[in-house]
């Protein structure tokens, strides 16, 4: 089942490359007018608890501090990142992340180091046995990161019921508007 859902990789993620490589070159012009650092990127957490660094457009402040999203203030968000965290457009360069292998499309999202309860949740249940996906059981279910016991819960519940079909089906929910990413505070 892995090779198949890395091949299904690979293909997909050339295939979105290509389709929205212009989208990708114009976000990143705005994102650079408007922070002079259009790409954000970030140590994560992989497969066997590897570090990788996630690719995203910027849509926070240069300044902002490397913790988990729901712990941000909104006003650390720029003009663009409201907007590209709304349509998801911020998540395009992982894509580039899936091809090199770091990440697949459909896996648990990939925590932060510092995310210690997550980690430990995860841990218990053998999450980093797979790779991190863009997108997951749990995002198309609207729980996030803030919510460590129940995102590895269903992390888990994912794992062991994984089959292609399944990976058709959250990337469908996901590009449907399903999938959410985490939410910031207020």
């Known amino acids: ?29 705005l994102v650079f007018v408007e922070t002079k650092s259009p790409l954000f990127l970030q140590t994560r957490i992989g497969k066997n608890k590897k570090s990788f660094k996630i690719v995203k457009f910027r849509t926070m402040r240069v300044a902002t501090p490397s913790v988990a999203t729901h712990l941000v203030s909104s006003e650390a968000l720029t003009h663009s990142g409201k907007y590209l965290r709304k349509w998801k457009l911020d998540e395009l360069p992982q894509f580039f992340n899936v091809l090199i292998g770091d990440m697949s499309f459909v896996g648990p999202r990939p925590n932060l180091p510092n995310q210690s309860l997550l980690i430990k949740e995860r841990d218990k249940r053998n999450i980093y046995q797979v ?16 919510s460590p016991k129940l995102l590895a819960e269903h992390d888990e519940q994912m794992i062991h019921q994984f089959s292609i079909k399944m990976y058709f089906l959250i990337i469908l929910h996901t590009v449907l508007g399903k999938g959410m990413g985490d939410r910031i505070s207020n």
């Open 1 to 29: 089942m892995n090779s198949i859902a890395r091949i299904l990789d690979i293909i997909l993620s050339c295939i979105g490359i290509l389709l929205t490589l212009p989208l990708m070159i114009l976000i990143a012009a």
């Open 131 to 146: 790779k991190p996906g863009i997108t997951g059981l749990a995002q198309i279910k609207g729980i996030d990161m803030a």
